[in-house]
């Protein structure tokens, strides 16, 4: 009580700390008397003196009010736009390096400009990150007029774009691109052989759009780039088979985790039809000889019955193309990986893509915590406010609209069951089109959209409809939603990326209208001319109805997605209404709301067609909501603290793998390497504080030949008296000196170098390949240690650790082998080495397959170093013949020995 009354007196935290800004704004204001008497000139040049005074020892925040009334006349010239004060604030906000939350309409692309000028001046790069290319190019392009105008340059990044337009762009004053890009040429970089061939410059300052859906709803899902595996499609076509004959008796499914588990009697029905098929070794599924076979089952359990056609994906020219939960966006060419994509491949009867393996991967949260400072802008964050500080310490500060909202928004409506509530919805919108009233209806799946567009067929309304299906009309239906008597019905409208216009949108009608006629031109400007009147006219018409009525069909799982919903309504102090239809077939009722009795009081007291509309039903609603939110928050967290184990050992790994780039000679790092190596070796055979009869001569006289590739007199050394294990150490150390000292003198320096280097290189990526494929695999099972009254997180930190340590052995002993057994017979001609494979992107959810990576956008093709090597590279007989053939190949081409030297 006392809280509300301070509040009442005082205002809210959030209401102080805007009002703390205003004097700042107060000083940008009194620039632009000063500032708007300039010339065009005068005015670009503003950015040389700010550099300069920056030279001199000046920080951004004492530059700040100038550079702000610096932006404003840019865009008043170039755009036409002038910044409000509120958008001042929220300037200053992203400056802070805190999360501005602004509602829908109120000009956040226009906001960025001025924190992204100010902190692009030091000249180390700035990124603006966005949900989607098509936002990533049209604010890169539109935004962009006023950074040129200024004298800074822009880049953008987008799939399929080679390396050196990515150089290019990062080397650009500021670079648009989205979430996805950026974090995969993060990955892509440090998997070059060369500093030369990275892309992206060392990381200064970003502004993340929509900050809730990358740091928030994408976060769970981490980036991995792949690369292809053998072909198991026709084992997925056999167990799909299998898949569709199990009935529901034979499993149990849990919705709210997206999982299915066989009973006991469905497990020996499964054993059975396995047998018959001849996929089954022994008689228990569980055996280990069919580890692979129960991965395929699960897969194609999941495929068949938790993934639904039209609702997760949809089959398009012959390909599963995944929806995106969020957006409800068609996402071509993303993939769901460790074999998922392929099981629903099967189910559906397409061709089936072979499955890949993990290259590199991170997630979101640990790739932008590496940028100095990070800023961040949505319609909708409070709601996420401690989780956005407790990650990414970040603050949200909600900036005043620069109008006030007059946007009504109802209680929910609530009916018994689907067809009544689809009933009134039906209704509703034949009323509001009766009256001249735009509708923008918000569905959760295509399956909804399309129930309720056969319902508005029925009842003679017209209307259009936004989903994946219809991607590439997507901003010319939205940019009409606001038209007299419009119904719009749109899968999800969380970032769509274009203001919904009261009366309509001038540049999108004359695309539709008018596509022959060229902006400039007088036959252009005629027409323009009077659809500009048209759209006033419509305009007040709208107005007059009440303004864009947002009707809801279902609530999400998230409160943010129905708010973004809501805030398309009633931007800049437009009128509006907003109302949610519910149901007890709604998901998130039936499956995290309020359970059985609530069902069956709602059963027993609703007739048929009647509804409730009270603040309790909405209450219980946003309870259930909070459930979610606050499970996903888990998940989320766990995400982020099993990848910080990773992420520890990756900064290791990439560091190494620079320094080892930038190094000239790296001899140091390899005479270490073979030191550990061979003292490992000795240590191996001659424990410390053994006697000499207990030493195991035969082993090491065999691992010296075969890691150090040396013949060692090792019993004449024993012969000597009070030889020791140190001393042993010493001896043969000094041996594979010499060795190597012999194959250095052979040829000349730069070729040894640039040998060594790459045999390193390949050896940390190969291992490192090895060792993300481990840790996914024990990532998948330590839970169980859970039974054992042990944590998991902490059983998986040591076993990572000691996974890690085994990994840097494997590595020093394979740079010491195959240095040690190569021999350098160098062709007149070298024969180039063989490219890597296409690198795969995949964004994929751990815990529900989902994936929003890129498979095909963006593919880059790197190509091994230049280096003495390959084919014009002999090996020693004494190597080859105890290895293996599905070992990579000691000549360092990255191929398997069998597809190299060890062809037959």
Not at 24 to 44: H, Q, T
């Amino acid at each position: 009580m006392l809280g509300g009354i301070a509040k009442a007196i005082f205002g809210s935290s959030n209401d102080r700390y805007v009002k703390s800004l205003r004097p700042i704004v107060n000083r940008i204001n009194g620039f632009e008397p000063v500032i708007s008497a300039m010339s065009d000139d005068e005015l670009a040049n503003q950015t040389v003196l700010f550099r300069q005074r920056l030279a001199e020892g000046q920080t951004l925040d004492a530059i700040l009010p100038e550079a702000f009334a610096t932006v404003r006349e840019a865009a008043k010239r170039v755009l036409g736009q002038r910044h409000y004060d509120v958008q001042m604030i929220g300037g200053i906000v992203l400056h802070r390096g805190e999360i501005a939350e602004m509602r829908t309409g109120e000009g956040k692309t226009l906001v960025a400009t001025l924190a992204t000028y100010l902190n692009a001046l030091p000249g180390k790069g700035v990124h603006v990150v966005t949900v989607n290319d098509y936002l990533a190019a049209r604010d890169a392009e539109w935004m962009g007029r006023v950074y040129r105008f200024l004298g800074l340059t822009t880049g953008v990044i987008i799939p399929h774009l080679t390396d050196e337009e990515r150089r290019d762009s990062y080397a650009a004053d500021i670079t648009y691109g989205t979430n996805n890009e950026f974090g995969f040429d993060y990955l892509r970089d440090n998997m070059k052989y060369e500093r030369a061939l990275m892309v992206q410059r060392p990381f200064n300052f970003a502004i993340v759009d929509e900050v809730d859906s990358i740091l928030i709803d994408e976060a769970r899902t981490p980036l991995i780039i792949s690369g292809p595996t053998d072909d198991k499609s026709e084992l997925y076509k056999q167990v799909d088979l299998i898949v569709k004959q199990v009935l529901p008796a034979d499993y149990e499914l849990d919705e709210k985790q997206r999982s299915v588990v066989l009973t006991e009697d469905g497990t020996e029905r499964i054993e059975r039809l396995l047998e018959d098929a001849g996929l089954l070794e022994g008689a228990n599924l569980y055996d280990f000889e069919n580890t692979q076979v129960v991965h395929h089952l699960n897969q194609a359990m999941r495929a068949n019955i938790v993934f639904k056609l039209d609702t997760d994906y949809i089959v398009k020219d012959g390909k599963v193309v995944i929806i995106d939960e969020f957006t409800g966006r068609m996402m071509d060419g993303r993939r769901w990986s460790d074999g998922l994509h392929q099981a629903v491949e099967a189910k559906e009867g397409v061709h089936i893509e072979p499955e890949n393996q993990t290259l590199a991967s991170i997630t979101f949260q640990n790739y932008f915590r590496m940028y100095p400072k990070l800023g961040g802008m949505t319609g909708t964050a409070a709601t996420e406010a401690p989780e956005f500080y407790q990650i990414y310490k970040m603050n949200v500060v909600t900036i005043p609209t620069n109008v006030p909202v007059k946007r009504i928004d109802e209680d929910d409506e609530f009916y018994k069951n689907i067809n009544d509530k689809f009933g009134a919805i039906t209704v509703a919108i034949r009323e509001a089109a009766a009256r001249n009233q735009p509708v923008l209806v918000g569905t959760v799946s295509i399956e909804k959209s399309e129930m309720l567009s056969e319902f508005l067929i029925k009842e003679g309304v017209p209307h259009k409809v936004l989903n994946a299906r219809y991607h590439e009309q997507e901003a010319h239906i939205v940019a009409q939603a606001g038209r007299l008597a419009a119904v719009t019905i749109a899968t999800n409208m969380a970032g769509r990326g274009t203001d919904i216009q009261l009366g309509g949108n001038l540049e999108f009608r004359m695309l539709d209208e008018h596509p022959d006629l060229v902006a400039g031109t007088p036959e252009y400007e005629a027409v323009a001319s009077r659809i500009v009147t048209e759209i006033a006219d419509e305009k007040q018409k709208v107005l007059e109805a009440g303004g864009l009525f947002v009707l809801g069909t279902e609530r999400h799982e998230s409160r943010r997605i129905d708010n973004q919903l809501r805030g398309r309504s009633g931007r800049q102090g437009d009128p509006g209404l907003s109302r949610f239809y519910l149901s007890l077939d709604d998901d998130l009722l039936r499956i995290f709301g309020p359970q059985t009795m609530f069902a069956k009081m709602m059963n027993k007291n609703l007739a048929d067609g009647e509804a409730i509309v009270s603040p309790w039903i909405s209450k219980a609603i946003e309870t259930a909501q909070k459930k979610v939110e606050a499970r996903n928050y888990d998940i989320r967290k766990q995400v982020v603290e099993y990848d910080d184990v990773m992420n520890d050992q990756r900064k290791v790994i990439y560091e190494q793998r620079a320094d080892i780039m930038d190094a000239e000679t790296v001899d140091d790092v390899v005479a270490d390497m073979r030191a550990e190596t061979a003292n490992a070796i000795v240590g191996e055979a001659c424990p410390p504080n053994s006697y000499p009869e207990q030493w195991n001569v035969e082993m090491l006289k065999a691992r010296a030949m075969e890691t150090l590739g040396l013949d060692l007199p090792i019993d004449a050394w024993l012969a000597e008296d009070g030889l020791d294990p140190e001393t042993l150490a010493e001896r043969t150390l000094a041996a594979a000196d010499a060795l190597i000292a012999e194959k250095r003198a052979a040829i000349d320096e730069p070729s040894w170098h640039g040998i060594e280097k790459s045999v390193l290189l390949q050896s940390l990526d190969h291992h490192w390949k090895e060792h993300l494929a481990t840790l996914d695999a024990l990532r998948q099972v330590i839970h169980l240690r859970a039974y054992a009254q042990k944590t998991p997180l902490n059983e998986y930190k040591q076993e990572a650790f000691a996974l890690f340590e085994r990994m840097l052995g494997a590595i020093r002993e394979e740079v010491t082998r195959i240095l040690a057994h190569a021999r350098f017979g160098f062709a007149p001609e070298m024969a180039e080495l063989p490219p890597m494979p296409d690198f795969i992107t995949s964004h994929v959810d751990p815990l529900t397959g989902e994936d929003d990576g890129w498979n095909g956008g963006g593919l880059v093709t790197t190509r091994l170093p230049e280096m003495t090597g390959g084919a014009g590279l002999a090996l020693d007989p004494a190597l080859t013949a105890t290895l293996s053939r599905n070992s990579p190949c000691p000549c360092g081409s990255g191929k398997k020995y069998k597809h190299c030297h060890g062809a037959l």
